[in-house]
């Protein structure tokens, strides 16, 4: 069974995913740096409060779909609009607050 | 300091027939009553990609999963509500479900506000003595005798920009001027974290503490009310 550090792990390579997406946006590049910045470091912080609980129930299904739904992204625009997302779905799918 | 209708441009005009289309009323109708959660998938949803309703159910267990409510309950009826509305937004195609999106937060704002105050408007400019008119109206702007506001709504935090900042405060400084009071503000369909970090580095010389920011996760806030 995945736990809160293992499904947190996969929603991050999710969120590199949007990131080298977004990357020909070159006006954007500082806010796209600094989405990464915050948003890796509130995964970090959950993963070190919960990282070694079990994942609740549907989490491990939903971050594959979030993931997947990631990758399905081929503008750059969108994927800047979707880096401020993933990590709200993720950490919703587990029971936190963004 | 004082209201006025904006005046109509050949963008407004178009503008007005997404505003008027009864999809933008009923998902500011649902998104209203909705949760935190429910207002993401909303947002995920009317930005995403997938059209299959089943892979927006698996991504949010905790609406459609095994702990959320069964069907039938109040909330979940909600939840496939905002689900199938966003999927008729995302539907409609790049251009015209970016403006979708934008006419569902200022009518979700308006339906807000009037939770906690009148009279709230759209599209106001607002006019001070002896001060050029700005030509952009406000998106939503409450109207009442030393309780004044004025609110610009986006969909992303992408939208919070050096001139919208200014635009704000320079309204607020106005009222100041005329020993009146406006509070003004930003109403973002957007996470708050990302919020914060955009405003930091489009705020220029404007002090944040005079202008509000209403994040997706405080949008109820807005009706003078905790989240759902």
Known sequence: ?98 | MRFQDARPDGRAIVYAHIQADPLVARAADLLAAATTVQRVLARAVMNGESGDPATWRTMFPTLFGPVAPAPGDPVRDRSEAILATSLEVADRGEQTRSQFRGAIVEALTERLLVIRTAPVKRERRILFDGRPTEIHPYDVTVERDGAAEAWDCKWGARGIKADVIHQLDDARRGAVEENGRLLVGLVVFDARRSCEVRLVREKGPVALDALKLIAIEGLDRLAGRKPA
């Open chain 1, 1 to 98: 069974m995945s736990t809160i550090a293992d499904l947190l792990s996969r929603a991050l390579e999710g969120f590199e995913t949007l990131a080298a997406t977004a990357e020909p946006v070159a006006d954007e590049y500082q806010y796209v740096t600094d989405l990464g910045t915050v948003w890796k470091a509130r995964i970090a912080a959950v993963s070190a409060a919960r990282g070694t609980e079990a994942a609740p129930a549907g989490a491990d299904a939903a971050i594959e779909a979030l993931v997947a739904e990631a990758g399905l992204v081929t503008d750059p625009h969108r994927a800047i609009d979707w880096l401020s997302t993933l990590p709200q779905i993720a950490l919703a799918s587990i029971g936190e607050a963004a």
